[in-house]
C-alpha cells in the first residue's frame, strides 16, 4: 500500500529525516510517535505528496507518486489521499455538507453524486441531523468528524492524519480513536496517525518510533 525508500529531507542546513525505509500494508491502522523534532510531521507530508523529499521514493498502490509533478500529483493526491488535521480547517461560510463535497467538486464530480455520498458519510459518523449546521454551530468532535468525512468523500486509498485528536476533550478524542478502527473495519481504510497519545498509539496495529530522523522501531509489518 505504502512504501518509502531511503526518504531523507534537509531544511537548509537541517537534516530532518535521514534514510526513512518504511512499508504500511492494507487495512492498517499505523502510528507515529516520538519527540517534537523527530520528523514525524514531516514524514506524513512526504508520503501525503505536500512536500517533496530531497532523495528517496514514495510508493502508493505501485505509483511512484515522488516522481508525479503538477497536475497529475494534484490529481492523484485527490483521488488517494484523504487528510485529517489538528485544526480541521473547515471553510467557516460553508456547511458541513457542504465542506465534506468541496473535495468531491475539485475531482469534478457531479454535484448529486457528491451530496449522496457526503450524506452518507455524515450519517455514518452520526452527523446525520448536523449537515446544514455551519462550524461555529458544530463542537469541536463534531468539527473534527465532518473533517473526516471530507477526507473520505473521494473513497481514498489511505487517510494521513497529524494530531488528530490534539485539541478535543476526553471524551471526543476517545470517540475519535474509536472511529479510526471503524474505518478500518467497515470501510478497509488504511490510516497513518502521527500522535503524542500513547493509548491511540498502543491501540494501533503498528507503532512507528522516531528518533532525530530516523525510525528507531516498528518499522516492519508484524
Known sequence: MITTE?????FGDLQVLKGINVHIGGCEVVSVVGPSGAGKTTLLQIIGTLSRPNSGIVIINNTPVSELKGDRLAAFRNRHIGFVFQFHHLLPE???????CIPAYIARESKTKAEKRA?????FLRLADRMEHKPSQLSGGEQQRVAVARALINNPAIILADEPSGNLDSHNR???HKLFFRLRDEMKQTIVIVTH???LAEMSDRKLE???GLITAGGAPR
Open 174 to 176: 476517545d470517540e475519535l
Open 210 to 212: 522516531m528518533h532525530d
Open 197 to 199: 497519545d500513547e493509548g
Open 94 to 100: 460553508f456547511t458541513a455538507l457542504e465542506n465534506v
Open 6 to 10: 531511503n526518504i531523507t529531507k534537509s
Open 119 to 123: 450524506k452518507e458519510l455524515l450519517d
